[in-house]
């Protein structure tokens, strides 16, 4: 009989990394990647070697430098004398507003009209398919411009509420003001306040940070996390005894009474806007280029969401609404607690793309004058300074870090709610 026995294993030559498979590939790899770091360093040195000759040795000490512009909309004082670092926190936070904002309206918006594209209404359905095709099909760029356009041209000007008998007239109770210049809405004052506390001192990234507004905060996450509790507690005793205990009250109670005594204690109050001379005074102005971005970029991305909602739900088995239906559950109950949680691990993850896509469709803000972190750190100061190499390797990490902490927020959403196998 014969036996099979192993060859003989020889010792370590270095023709063994070319002909033996077992190390054929990290060779590969390796010599790939040594090429690829040293191209890299080639482009890097060159560049640099380049800027020298040119005078414009590679430096960001520019960003120190007074910006000498102003910025219309921001969410922290700045004025013309401040550093190009503190403009580029500016249009930094303007564009996280913006992102902020438009992911939550496109959310939202994007889940009703991806439902109601499956309405066996059929009005509703064509209507909401024409919304869908009608914005996903004409570039983003014309809608922010349009939104813009509509917004100067139908809004009554500031002088239209002047008068006795004026043209023009402030709504819901005289609180808020809709103008061709933009929109005053009130503003939380606290009479009895804290305090700010001041971060960073006197630096260009120096920030006030409200201590009221924190406290708020910090209460009103207390109250969500103890609502969670309440309802973990209801879920445990539903699935021992088969009955759900009423706690909506207790759930809505932990929230809004703590929440409540506090304004109290801080003396919570509006300061509403009044016209004053040409124009309003008081109150928090959103100005026409950011209602009109926001807009123009929640509706346009609700577009292609409404499409992955609705791929999510005729993902579903149908045998899934068909139980739900012969246990006796409402249509819009089944659609909220059976379809859409499973139809989750679809939505999630070109969600994801989505959200990405509209913060990065943000930098189109310059077209209608929105100062974002395009406009202010890639547009200004980059002409201003010349220094075309930093702003934009700065401009670029910028967005990176924005869109991979999405991603990652997004990834960690998905994981937490996505179905657990047994």
Not at 43 to 69: H, V
Not at 84 to 96: E, M, P, Q, S, V
Not at 246 to 252: C, E, K, N
Request: hydrophobic residues 50%.
């Amino acid at each position: 009989m014969t036996t099979m026995t192993d060859p003989h294993q020889g010792s370590f030559r270095l023709s063994m990394l070319i002909y033996d498979s077992r190390y054929r590939s990290m060779t590969i790899q390796i010599v790939a990647l040594i090429g690829f770091l040293t191209l890299i360093g080639w482009l890097i040195s060159n560049t640099a070697q380049n800027l020298i000759t040119l005078g414009k040795e590679p430096s960001f000490g520019f960003m120190l430098e007074p910006a000498g512009y102003d910025i219309n909309q921001r969410l922290l004082d700045y004025d013309s004398q401040d550093s190009h670092l503190r403009a580029a926190l500016i249009g930094l936070l303007n564009t996280l507003l913006v992102a902020v904002m438009g992911c939550l309206a496109a959310t939202v918006i994007g889940v009703v009209v991806g439902v109601l594209r499956l309405s066996k209404n059929w009005i509703v359905s064509r209507l909401m398919a024409v919304y869908v095709e009608g914005f996903r099909n004409v570039p983003v760029l014309l809608w922010i411009v349009f939104a813009m356009a509509i917004l100067i041209e139908t809004l009554p000007p500031p002088n239209a509420f002047r008068g006795e008998n004026p043209e023009a007239t402030m709504k819901l109770g005289e609180t808020v003001a809709v103008t061709n210049r933009g929109i005053y809405i009130p503003e939380p004052l606290f009479s009895r306040g804290i305090g700010d506390a001041h971060v960073f001192g006197d630096t260009s990234l120096r920030f006030d940070v409200s201590l009221d507004l924190i406290a708020l905060a910090s209460v009103f996450i207390a109250g969500l996390l103890i609502s969670g509790l309440i309802n973990r507690r209801a879920n445990a005793t539903q699935n021992a005894t088969g009955v759900r205990p009423t706690v909506w009250y207790w759930r809505l109670a932990v929230v809004v009474l703590p929440t409540a005594i506090l304004l109290w204690v801080l003396g919570c109050h509006m300061g509403y806007p009044e016209l004053k001379g040409f124009n309003f005074k008081g109150g928090t102005h959103m100005r026409n280029s950011l209602i009109a971005l926001w807009a123009a970029l929640s509706l346009y991305t609700a577009a292609f969401i409404a499409e992955i909602v609705r791929a999510g739900i005729l993902a579903v088995s149908k045998g899934q609404t068909e139980a739900a239906n012969a246990l006796g559950i409402r249509p819009n109950k089944t659609m909220s607690l059976v379809v859409l949680p499973q139809a989750l691990r679809v939505i999630i993850p070109p969600l994801i793309s989505n959200y990405l896509n509209l913060t990065k469709n943000s930098s189109l803000a310059i077209a209608v004058g929105y100062m974002d972190i395009t406009g202010t750190l890639g547009g200004i100061t980059l002409n201003q300074t010349g220094r075309e190499l930093e702003t934009l390797l700065m401009l670029m990490l910028c967005y990176l870090i924005i869109s991979l902490t999405i991603s990652g927020v997004m990834n960690w959403y998905n994981e937490s709610v996505k179905l657990k196998e047994r």
